[in-house]
């Protein structure tokens, strides 16, 4: 079975630091296209940065020159540093694993993970 597990979230001031890991138990995991969404309340779930198999990344304009996203295939993991954080960055932020299986795309979630920035 499929899990992505997600690590790093907590309280941080704003201008502060995180950063978030995720791991994932998938075969063939740099096959797959990475992912990170957040979600605050009352919203949507929204792409933050993902980054491909092949390693290209792209960043949502809110997050463009704090966030990195970076992945080691070596530990099925996928990293999101985040730097100066603003009160609304605050958000449970998800990892999200993709690969196109033929016509149908595998696709998986983590629980998830609060990010509080708050002073």
């Known amino acids: 079975q499929v899990q992505l597990v997600e690590s790093g979230g907590g309280l941080v001031q704003p201008g502060g630091s995180l950063k978030l890991s995720c791991t994932a138990s998938?075969?063939?995991?740099?096959?797959?296209?990475m992912g990170w969404y957040r979600q605050a309340p009352g919203t949507q779930r929204e792409l933050v940065a993902g980054?491909?198999?092949?390693?290209?990344?792209n960043y949502a304009d809110s997050v463009k020159g704090r966030f990195t996203i970076s992945r080691n295939n070596a530990k099925n993991t996928v990293y999101l540093q985040m730097n100066n954080l603003k009160p609304e960055d605050t958000a449970v932020y998800y990892c999200?694993?993709?690969?196109?299986?033929?016509?149908?795309?595998?696709?998986?979630w983590g629980q998830g993970t609060q990010v509080t920035v708050s002073s």
């Open positions: 999200n694993a993709k690969s196109l299986r033929g016509i149908q795309w595998d696709v998986h």
């Open positions: 998938i075969n063939l995991f740099a096959y797959y296209d």
């Open positions: 980054i491909t198999a092949e390693d290209s990344t």
